[in-house]
């Protein structure tokens, strides 16, 4: 790919990313969320792959403003989805974790004020800007398998580890979304190519259901993680028994998710 192909791509994330931050400005929609952060970790992906070129001297990343949004929106995000995975976890004595879901939404409302200052700030176009000029003249096909087998080899040394930490399986899922969101850049016959040759012996369809996988597990540990001991323990006794047990609960269903995870992992990924 040339730089005018390079800079297309890259400005169409960021075309996407503006679309749905004018959306989100209106209600905060979570879908909208959702969608901007997979937008953003696609360009961000993107850029990651472009850095691995030997022609690119300085790391290309987006804008720290940018990334700020991002994290922050990842917040929102996260606190949102706890509120709806509460409510489904507790269909009676809703009353119970009313002050638990009004704490979230607190949390929520808390990034108001910062969201705003950095919106006014232009982000988008500041982080446009910023990576147009890193951009490379050319990105090669050598260039990507270069990517392809250094992604495989970070994958194949937390495996060789047998160390499966939560954050190791993170970093595995983040690995092989870095190569997932870069094939889809690539199209037709270039996308059929590069497609049979970057997945190891299996194929697209069993990565997109691993890494649905690994993301049900990363979610499970944050909603475990939001139930944070010293928020609980704000609560009046029935509230703190309730959310207690819901607690260990999710810790006993995390422990199941990263034992059938670990199986597959060992024995679907192998050096090839």
């Known amino acids: 790919m040339k730089k005018e192909e390079l800079k297309h791509i890259s400005t169409n994330h960021y075309r ?39 022609r690119v001297k300085e790391e290309i990343k987006v804008s720290k403003k940018l990334k700020q949004l991002y994290s922050l929106y990842g917040t929102v995000r996260d606190l949102q989805l706890q509120q709806e995975r509460i409510k489904e976890a ?66 194949y040394a937390i495996l060789a580890s047998d160390h499966f930490s939560d954050d190791n399986i993170h970093s595995i ?33 069993f990565i997109a259901v691993l890494l649905d996988e690994l993301g049900a597990f990363q979610d499970r540990c944050t909603s475990i993680g939001l139930l944070k001991a010293y928020w609980i323990k704000r609560f009046t006794l029935p509230a703190k028994r309730l959310l207690g047990e819901l607690k260990q609960q999710w810790i006993k269903e995390k422990t199941g998710m990263k034992r059938v995870l670990v199986k597959k992992l060992r024995t679907a990924i192998r050096p090839v």
Not at 19 to 39: A, F, P, S, Y
Not at 180 to 191: I, M, P, S, T, V
């Open 173 to 205: 899922r983040k690995h092989l979304k870095d190569l997932f969101y870069n094939l889809k850049e690539y199209e037709g016959k270039e996308f059929r190519v590069l497609s049979a040759s970057i997945w190891k012996g299996q194929d697209e369809k």
């Open 90 to 155: 507790v269909k009676k004595d809703r009353g119970r974790i009313n002050p638990y879901l009004d704490l979230l939404q607190m949390e929520i409302d808390k990034t108001e004020p910062e969201l705003q200052d950095i919106l006014s700030k232009k982000p988008v176009q500041e982080s446009k800007k910023k990576t147009n000029a890193g951009l490379p003249e050319k990105f090669l096909k050598n260039d990507f398998h270069r990517f392809v087998e250094d992604k495989w080899s970070s994958v």
């Open 16 to 54: 996407k990313i503006q679309k749905h931050l004018d959306r989100i400005e209106k209600d905060m929609d979570g879908e909208e969320i959702h969608q901007l952060r997979v937008e953003y970790k696609r360009l961000r992906a993107f850029f990651r792959m472009l850095s691995s070129s030997p």
